[in-house]
């Protein structure tokens, strides 16, 4: 019987053992590729190119000019049938480099990746991705030149210099 009780002890411990660091495994350079949140990511990004290529998905475009800095801005927002934004994309140029940001929403309107490429008249090209969790938190960020000597682009972005509402932004 007492055998019987420390096995059950020692399987309960193994366990609980197990789950909590499965659990609190931190993600990394690593492991993010297939963290489950980024796989997660992953397929609400998929889900969304392939309504876009079949067409499944609205799209309106606007062309603008900042007033403060006189930069072009092209605004492109897609979105389904409940109006429901899926994809955002914001284009920005100067006279040296130009960005566009692609925003990702899951279905229930929640900003989950973020991905914005850039170029440069050196002939950089750099590619930034920001990965997003189910409660709002950055969990990922990584940038990488893909191409040219470097230039300083931007590193990190907090949370709050994301489009969490698009259609606000849209309308401005």
């Not at 690593?30 to 998905?57: A, D, F, G, M, T």
């Amino acid at each position: 019987m007492k055998k019987k009780k420390s096995k059950l002890a020692l399987s309960i411990f193994i366990t609980v053992f197990l789950t909590t660091s499965i659990i609190a495994e931190v993600i990394n350079k690593i492991n993010w590729k297939n963290y489950p949140s980024i796989v997660e990511i992953r397929n609400i990004y998929n889900l969304i190119e392939s309504n876009i290529k079949n067409k499944k998905l609205n799209t309106r475009t606007k062309e603008m000019e900042d007033e403060e800095t006189n930069l072009k801005i092209e605004k492109t927002i897609i979105y389904d049938k409940e109006s429901l934004v899926r994809k955002y994309i914001i284009s920005m140029g100067s006279d040296d480099s130009i960005l566009t940001f692609n925003y990702y929403y899951d279905s229930f309107s929640n900003l989950r990746f973020v991905l914005i490429s850039g170029g440069a008249v050196n002939g950089t090209t750099m590619e930034h991705k920001i990965y997003i969790d189910g409660n709002r938190e950055k969990i990922w960020e990584i940038q990488k030149f893909t191409k040219g000597p470097g230039y300083p682009f931007k590193e990190n972005f907090k949370i709050g210099d994301l489009v969490h509402k698009p259609w606000e932004d849209f309308k401005k």
